[in-house]
């Protein structure tokens, strides 16, 4: 029933949270409450990251995290502040976060989530004041509760996600999320401390005229990935790319576009993490009418054997990652 699902603009993300709960009989308001956590702990990183100009906070921790990046002290503060408000809210019995190698066992054993988190995506562009965001995906434990969740529980493919969203620290910070029933977006008013939905049942652009890949790495492009970026100039798209992959995203998803990290030889997988960057907006870009694939299959349905495995991502309008899986799959 369509006309149950339509909030108008202007509705509380709590209020909006708490309706779509209304609208499946049995629920029993566990994932309502997990998403009202994530939301919480958003509005903290938020501030953190409005001050982080002000008290020195800011700036490299000097110390290196499992994917051998230099840590931020931003993307540690994040990290804490996600997972803190996960084990106090009490639903996830598992967090993957990119900061912490292994699984993180909250100790809600009754807890019936878990939460895979990108706490701070971007974090080279924390110190140049440029957009930054999180991106988190929820599964449903197939480990009976009572126990801590297990591995099975952690490796699920994209497809069994319960809820996936991001969060945009921009020029107004935004929270934009999917509990697979279309994509609504809040944009977060400071002063009232509240998430309000901006932008409900937002669909992508079938396609456009935005391509954003980092071209520093064009000489080691597959022939198809080459081809189809000489595709993008030879018909004059417009080059986008802020190095915040949920930036990029958000823009091409409102705008219509394509996102790329292909292998290289730098990332010989890709660079993005399957469990907490590319499953999470693969799901709501499907949501939006847009297509994901690593080039070859669909996003969604690839089988991850570890928490922080890479692949190549193509994400955006659906005819223009059609497009580029057609050049991918011409490639001698
Ligand atoms: P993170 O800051 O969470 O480690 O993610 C970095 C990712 C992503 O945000 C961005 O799109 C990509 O790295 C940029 O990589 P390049 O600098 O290689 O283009
Ligand atoms: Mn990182
Ligand atoms: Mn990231
Ligand atoms: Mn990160």
């Known amino acids: 029933d369509a006309s149950k699902l339509a909030l108008p603009v202007g509705t509380t993300l709590d209020r909006f949270i708490m309706r779509k709960q209304e609208d499946f009989p049995y629920a029993t308001g566990e994932l309502s409450q997990l998403l009202r956590d994530i939301a919480l702990a958003a509005k903290i990183v938020n501030r953190e990251i409005n001050r982080s100009g002000l008290i020195d906070i800011a700036g490299a921790y000097g110390n290196q995290n499992v994917q051998g990046e230099e840590q931020q002290k931003l993307d540690v503060v994040a990290n804490i502040r996600f997972i803190r408000a996960l084990r106090n809210g009490g639903e996830a019995c598992t967090i993957i976060s990119e900061e912490d190698d292994e699984a993180i066992d909250t100790g809600n054993v009754q807890g019936k989530y878990i939460v895979a988190i990108d706490p701070l995506d971007g974090s080279s562009n924390i110190d140049v004041n440029v957009s930054i965001g999180t991106i988190f995906s929820v599964y449903r434990r197939v480990s009976p509760t009572g126990q801590p969740g297990t591995a099975a529980d952690c490796l699920q493919p994209g ?69 189809f970026v000489r595709h993008c100039q030879d018909a004059q798209f417009s080059a986008r790319y802020i190095g915040s992959l949920v930036a990029d995203f958000h823009r091409n998803l409102l705008k219509g576009g394509i996102y790329l990290y292909p292998a290289t ?32 299959a669909r996003t969604l349905e690839l089988e991850p054997a570890a928490c922080h495995q890479r692949c190549p991502f193509f994400i955006g309008s659906p ?9 991918l799959a011409q490639e001698t």
Not at 182 to 188: A, D
Not at 319 to 327: D, G, M, N, Q, S
């Open 159 to 227: 497809t069994h996600q319960v809820a996936a969203g991001y969060v945009i620290y921009g020029s107004s910070t935004m929270l934009v999320y999917t509990t697979g029933n279309g994509v609504n977006g809040f944009t977060y008013e400071p002063s009232l401390g509240e998430f309000f939905l901006s932008h409900p049942d937002i669909q992508t652009p079938r396609t456009g005229t935005i391509y954003s890949i980092n071209e520093g790495s064009s000489n080691s492009f597959s022939p198809g990935v080459a081809a």
């Open 265 to 296: 030889a730098k990332n010989p997988a890709g660079k993005l993490r399957l469990m907490y960057e590319c499953n999470p907006l693969a799901f709501i870009v499907e949501q939006a009418g847009g297509r994901s694939s690593n080039g070859y």
């Open 319 to 327: 005819e223009l990652v059609a497009l580029a899986e057609r050049f």
